[in-house]
């Protein structure tokens, strides 16, 4: 299964934050664990929210709403994607994460097995 591991950093949505040197050493420790353990797929930091947008749908149309997102109270600073044999194995990794003063949120990425049969053959 793979999940992915979302880092939300305790700083205020419009906020600048950049790593320190020893925080930097700490997590790319933590990254080589999950590399050499064969669960790490994937992972990324993301610019701050004020730097993205967002594209609504309703009623056939699309808007973009430029950043800073005034009804987020939490954002998202980056990503891991991990493969593991359960959402507890999952949790165990995060656990591992030094990641003082922030939140991680695990959740299961769905596999296309896991969609209805007619789901599926559209998607093919």
């Known amino acids: 299964m793979r999940f992915m591991m979302f880092m939300m950093p305790n700083i205020p949505v419009e906020g600048e934050w950049m790593p320190t040197a020893e925080a930097m050493a700490e997590m790319t420790k ?3 664990t999950l590399t050499k353990a064969g669960v790490l797929l994937d992972l990324d930091g993301l610019h701050p929210q004020h730097e993205g947008a967002r594209v609504e749908f309703s009623k056939g149309k699309s808007s973009v ?3 800073p ?3 987020a ?6 990503y891991w994607l991990i493969q ?3 959402k507890e194995e999952a949790v165990e990794w995060a656990k591992r994460c030094p990641a003082d003063g922030c939140m991680i949120e695990v959740r299961q990425v769905f596999e ?3 969609f209805p049969p007619d789901v599926q053959a559209v998607a093919k």
Not at 73 to 78: F, Q, S, T
């Open 73 to 78: 109270k939490e954002m998202i600073g980056g």
């Open 30 to 32: 933590y990254n080589e």
């Open 84 to 86: 593991a044999k359960s």
């Open 69 to 71: 997102f005034t009804e």
């Open 112 to 114: 296309m097995d896991e």
């Open 65 to 67: 709403i430029d950043g």
